[in-house]
Each structure stands twice: as structure tokens, then as C-alpha cells.
């Protein structure tokens, strides 16, 4: 069975810092990966996909992500963090190979990025 | 552009009653699901219809939960007899439907079950 896993609950930087939220997958196929954020009170917002090609994708926000077969790692990254990305965050990827449509979530990483 | 919409943003019934919960895709969405969200379970799929036909619900649980896509602008989730433990966040989201292409999400509808 498709699944992800995202194993930090929490991560708690200072303003400034570089961050890295975890995200590993199991997937029986090429995956389609996603990182959705929710703010406080929101709902989810689509940040970032990769599909094929280049490893490192970039999305809004000044989010990245970087695509590791050989670790089935597909990590988010920002440099410098700011207090506004204080928020929960998803990876995400199908439910299975048919298609990208229906995903499963992993459980979230909440940030909290300290003035 | 309108994103997808759903209503009503929050609601509360008591045990025992109906619930209908409503949303509107995003307009040339051919993909529509819908997702409970919950801080024990986190994103739990439900549904999905494609062209307003029923794909896959595979996520709803069967006795009290249905949903239907009457028309391409509007799709409903209905629990009959809600319980407690229906208390949750439902998302709808929308997307052209291709293989690559990811959802987009309303803004959810919180449902408290008193």
C-alpha cells in the first residue's frame, strides 16, 4: 500500500534559521509528490509538486523541495525561515497508481518559528 | 478566480440529527473529494466523483455517510443520525482531474455533534 510519513510532529526554529521538514514515502510506482500548509484556522493550501524531472522543485512561498529516490525522501526547505510560516504541514502523495487524484496525507509537521 | 466554496462554515446539530453539508468546485474542476479532518486521525479520505459520476468512497463509512454530485457546480455530504464522533473538519476540494494535478481545498466545514 501507498503510504507516507512524516516522523516530526513538531519543529521549532528561530526566525532566520534554515529549515527542513521530513517527509519518507512507499509508493509501488513513480511517485507524484506533494507538500500542502495549513495556517491557523485555514484550510489546506497546495505549495509544491513533483512530477518527473529535476530533483529539487520550487513552489510558492519561497518553499522547495527536494526529490531523493534513493532514500524515497521528498523534504521541504526554506531558507530563511520567517515567523509567518508558522503553520502545520503536509506531505502528501496517490492513494494509489492510477492516478495523482486521490492522495494520502501524511500526519503533519507543525512549525513554529520563534521571533 | 473563486476558489472552492463551501457552506455552511460551521455547524452544530445534536445527536441523532441530519447533517448536509454542501460544495461548490471550482468551475472546469472535472474532480471533486472530500476529506475529514481530525486531530486524532488527521486527513481521512471519504469520496471522490469524476464528471459527477461517483468514483470511489472507499473513505465513507457506510451505514449514515452518502454524497451526491447532482450537477457540475455543487456536490453534498450527507450524515444521517450524526454522532459524536462525526465531530470534525470536512474539506472539499477540486481538481481538472488529470493524473498530475493537485486538489485544491475550500475553506472546510466544521461540524460539532453535541
Known amino acids: 500500500a501507498q503510504s507516507v510519513d512524516q516522523p516530526d510532529a513538531h519543529v521549532t526554529l528561530s526566525e532566520g534559521a534554515s529549515l527542513e521538514l521530513r517527509c519518507s514515502y512507499s509508493y509501488s510506482a513513480a511517485p507524484y509528490l506533494f507538500w500542502y500548509v495549513q495556517y491557523p484556522g485555514q484550510s489546506l493550501q497546495f505549495l509544491l509538486k513533483?512530477?518527473?524531472?529535476?530533483?529539487v522543485v520550487k513552489g510558492t512561498k519561497g518553499f522547495e523541495a527536494e526529490f531523493r529516490k534513493s532514500n524515497s525522501s521528498f523534504n521541504l526547505k526554506k531558507s530563511p525561515a520567517h515567523w509567518s510560516d508558522s503553520a502545520k504541514y503536509f506531505c502528501a502523495l496517490p492513494m494509489n497508481t492510477e492516478g495523482a487524484d486521490r492522495l494520502t496525507f501524511g500526519k503533519g509537521t507543525q512549525l513554529i518559528i520563534q521571533p | 478566480n473563486a476558489g472552492v466554496i463551501q457552506t455552511p462554515r460551521h455547524k452544530v446539530t445534536g445527536k441523532g440529527q441530519e447533517a448536509t453539508l454542501w460544495c461548490e468546485p471550482i468551475?472546469?474542476?472535472?474532480?471533486v473529494f472530500w476529506y475529514r479532518q481530525t486531530i486524532v486521525q488527521g486527513l481521512e479520505f471519504l469520496t471522490y466523483?469524476?464528471?459527477?459520476?461517483?468514483?470511489?468512497d472507499s473513505g465513507m463509512p457506510k451505514e449514515r455517510f452518502s454524497a451526491q454530485m447532482p450537477n457540475q457546480s455543487h456536490s453534498t455530504l450527507k450524515i444521517q443520525s450524526t454522532q459524536p464522533q462525526d465531530s470534525a473538519v470536512y474539506l472539499c476540494a477540486s481538481s481538472l482531474g488529470h493524473n498530475n494535478q493537485a486538489p485544491l481545498f475550500g475553506e472546510g466545514t466544521r461540524l460539532s455533534v453535541l
Open positions: 468551475s472546469g474542476h472535472s474532480a
Open positions: 513533483y512530477i518527473t524531472g529535476d530533483t
Open positions: 466523483f469524476r464528471n459527477q459520476a461517483p468514483i470511489d
